[in-house]
Structures are given as C-alpha cells and as structure tokens.
C-alpha cells in the first residue's frame, strides 16, 4: 500500500530530494523502471491529491514515488521553454542560436 514504511523518503535530505526527484515531463526511462514508477505513482496519487487537491498533485505523487522507489533522475533544464525572462534557467539559448 500507498502507506508502507519505512520509505527512503522519511530519511532524504532535502537536497538530495530536489537533485533527483524534483522532476517534470519529459520523462525518460527504461520501460521496468517507469513501469515500477508509474505503480507505485498511481497508489501515491489519490492520496497525495487528498491532502493537496490542486493542480500538480499528481506530478508530485510522481516525485514521491520515484524517491520512494530511489530511481533518482537526471536533469536536463534546456527542456524547459516557458517564459522569456526566465534566463539560463530553461532552453531559450538553444532557440536563440537557431
């Protein structure tokens, strides 16, 4: 179940959780290890969603469900493209260059 302890999430480092698990769409990954994820993500939703029902809910039951799973992710910010004045933080340099 969703409430099975202990998970490695009661015992993270704030920093060690926002260098791998603080992700977003796009993802890439190997079919078992999504496959895995994307379980335990849809017993961590519901719940997740009853305590923050709004949205992303359920892009943070995904986070939760990785660190909980310790499949940590690698970043890649030049994905990002949202808003023009938001720097080197996202992919605008690569649209520049084009």
């Known amino acids: 179940p969703a409430n099975e302890l202990p998970s ?3 015992t993270m480092s704030n920093l060690d959780a926002r260098a791998g698990y ?6 890439i990954a190997t079919a078992r290890d999504m496959y895995t ?3 335990k993500w849809s017993e961590f ?3 997740v969603h ?3 029902p709004h949205l992303l809910a359920e892009m943070f039951a995904y986070c939760l469900a990785a660190a909980h799973l310790k499949l940590s992710h690698q ?5 990002m493209i949202s808003e023009t004045k938001m720097g080197n933080g996202e992919g605008w340099n690569y649209i520049a260059e084009g």
Do not use: H, M, W
């Open 22 to 27: 603080g992700v977003g769409p796009p993802y």
């Open 45 to 47: 939703a519901p719940a």
């Open 37 to 39: 994820i994307a379980s």
């Open 8 to 10: 490695p999430i009661e």
């Open 50 to 52: 009853d305590q923050y």
């Open 75 to 79: 970043t890649a910010a030049s994905f």
